[in-house]
């Protein structure tokens, strides 16, 4: 889980970040998850490690390690 291994082009780091900053979509993130990755063109590897809460697969996939730990 390093920073070196974060790919910035990676759609739940962009979901995650805009999460953390709009009260609104924290509460769609809660209440119509699928809606919003959906939303953001999430693969189906990173739906599943965000339902799962698989914080190992998300820094596979390079989810920011800030991110990680949220």
């Known amino acids: 889980m390093s920073i070196l291994n974060t790919d910035k082009t990676l ?4 979901l995650i970040f805009e999460v953390r900053r709009d009260a609104a979509k924290r509460e769609r993130f809660r209440s ?12 189906e ?3 599943r490690a965000l339902r799962e ?3 190992r697969r998300l820094a596979e996939l390079g989810m920011h390690p800030y991110f990680l730990r949220r």
Do not use: F, H, Q, W
């Open 53 to 55: 809460v698989d914080i």
């Open 45 to 47: 590897e990173e739906k």
């Open 32 to 43: 119509d998850l699928e809606a919003l990755m959906r939303e953001y063109g999430l693969s």
């Open 11 to 14: 759609p739940a780091n962009k």
